[in-house]
Nanobody, 122 residues
């Protein structure tokens, strides 16, 4: 089971850190992805971190502003979001890819957190 947390209301230019904590399994060799979704739109891939070597990948829309990281000791993956924009407003989901490779496709993930709402507004 994955638990996403850390969302909230922030002004444009502000920062938030999302957490994705796992229970019942260890994240070490799973790839973890972050996705976001707004009403009426498809779920959008944001970032992922591979299992094993921890390679990181970002959507062009967040590159240079967001940083994904993992703390295996805490069985948690983080998404640090800086320089937030109103267009970053969405429900953010974390998900686990058992292949460990990481993917932009939601279908490659078999375990999903419940989502945490991020609102960027003045």
């Amino acid at each position: 089971q994955l638990q996403a947390s850390g969302g909230g209301l922030v002004q444009p230019g502000g920062s938030l850190r999302l957490s994705c904590a796992a229970s019942g399994f260890t994240l070490d060799y799973y790839a973890i992805g972050w996705f976001r979704q707004t009403p009426g739109k498809e779920r959008e891939w944001v970032s992922c971190i591979s299992g094993g070597d921890g390679s990181t990948y970002y959507a062009d829309s967040v590159k240079g502003r967001f940083t994904i990281s993992r703390d295996n000791a805490k069985n948690t993956v983080y998404l640090q979001m800086n320089s937030l924009k109103p267009e970053d407003t969405a429900v953010y989901y974390c998900a686990a890819d058992p292949s460990g490779a990481g993917s932009m496709r939601p279908a490659d993930y078999d375990s999903w957190g419940q989502g945490t709402l991020v609102t960027v507004s003045s």
